[in-house]
């Protein structure tokens, strides 16, 4: 189909929209404010826990996820499991922070079991769920696109259903569960709402990257905004690595 150049017209505003995020924050940078932002005694102990906690997270959605979704690519029947995760996608994180504290606060349906609230593992708990919707959509579009034909070979030529999956589907699925795993992963370490009501903004347990850009917003906007670079920055340095090796998978 031949390119119309009129087009270009009518996305020149979404365009400008969707870059205005970005303008807003390099153009209230400065080195100075950079350097406060480095010093400043919250950046290392709630990038650390960001780091730490998302990628926890990534794992709990990776390892869980990834057979609940080839479950969902397999069974055309399974419309009302689709729903749990499409619903967690659309629902408010401050929502979602309000009904796990529901459940795992000290008056709450599993609270006097539990301990959870107000802990790092709150924080991954949180993550995990809002994170995982991301991951699983995107996995299962890129298992239903897995060739049967192929899994047929494999299971001609004696691998079981588990080698046939690992040996055969995951690698095909590759660049699809990759992009998943990448959405997912940002979303996690981005992650605010949730985090805010389950778990709580304290330096060093549960005071991650984004809570604590708020703190410092309250005092110092400048450096929260240097905050922001950075953590934008780590962001998209992971998503040009998960790029990456999506498109070497599907070269592959």
Known sequence: MRFDRRIIV???PMVVLLALPLLGLLGGLSPHRM???WS???WAPAL???IKTSL???ALVVTLGTPFAWWLAQDQRSVAWQWLVDVPMVLPPAVVGLALLVVFGRQGILGSLSGLVFSTAAVVLAQTIVAAPF???AAVAALRAVDEDVILVARSLGKSSLGAFVSVVLPYAWPGLAAGM???WARAVGEFGATLFVAGNLPGVSQTM???IYTVMESDLSVALSLSVLLAGLALLALLTLRWSAGRGRRS
Do not use: D
């Open 56 to 58: 926890i997270s990534l």
């Open 35 to 37: 350097s406060e932002a």
């Open 210 to 212: 984004p809570l604590a």
């Open 10 to 12: 009518f996305a020149v």
């Open 48 to 50: 650390w826990l960001s």
């Open 40 to 42: 400043h005694p919250l």
């Open 182 to 184: 990448g959405m997912a």
């Open 135 to 137: 991951y699983i959509s």
